[in-house]
């Protein structure tokens, strides 16, 4: 399993930007599915990007579609996270299929997982 560190999150007043950073200790992560995932207060967890191994497509939740942007390099993924709103308040975790290579958003089956980071948004 990989072992993420995530970073980058914190208190933003709505419309500000947060990076959120997932870096993989150990792993090139190119082949995997990597997403994002988010759990607010009292809500299940929800996933809210993906980007799918080899440079394959990426994938975005309808809430945070236009806003968001997930992007990688060899051993870290990213999530720019812009004009954020109260409702992007939560705990957003990283985590990766490594059980299929090249991995595949749409078939992904999420085994590693990061520690989560926190982000709050006042209104």
């Known amino acids: 399993q990989v072992q993420f560190v995530e970073s980058g999150g914190g208190l933003v007043p709505a419309g500000g930007s947060l990076r959120l950073s997932c870096a993989a200790s150990?792993?090139?992560?190119?082949?995997?599915?990597i997403a994002w995932f988010r759990q607010a207060p009292g809500k299940d967890r929800e996933e809210i990007s993906c980007t799918s191994g080899r440079g394959g497509n990426t994938e975005y939740a309808d809430s945070v579609k236009g806003r968001f942007t997930i992007s990688r390099d060899k051993t870290t993924v990213y999530l720019q996270m812009n004009n954020l709103k109260p409702e992007d308040t939560g705990v957003y975790y990283c985590?990766?299929?490594?059980?299929?290579?090249?991995?595949?958003?749409?078939?992904?089956?999420?085994?590693?997982w990061g520690q989560g980071t926190q982000v709050t948004v006042s209104s």
């Open positions: 150990g792993f090139i992560l190119e082949y995997y599915a």
């Open positions: 985590a990766a299929d490594t059980t299929l290579v090249p991995g595949s958003c749409g078939s992904a089956n999420f085994n590693s």
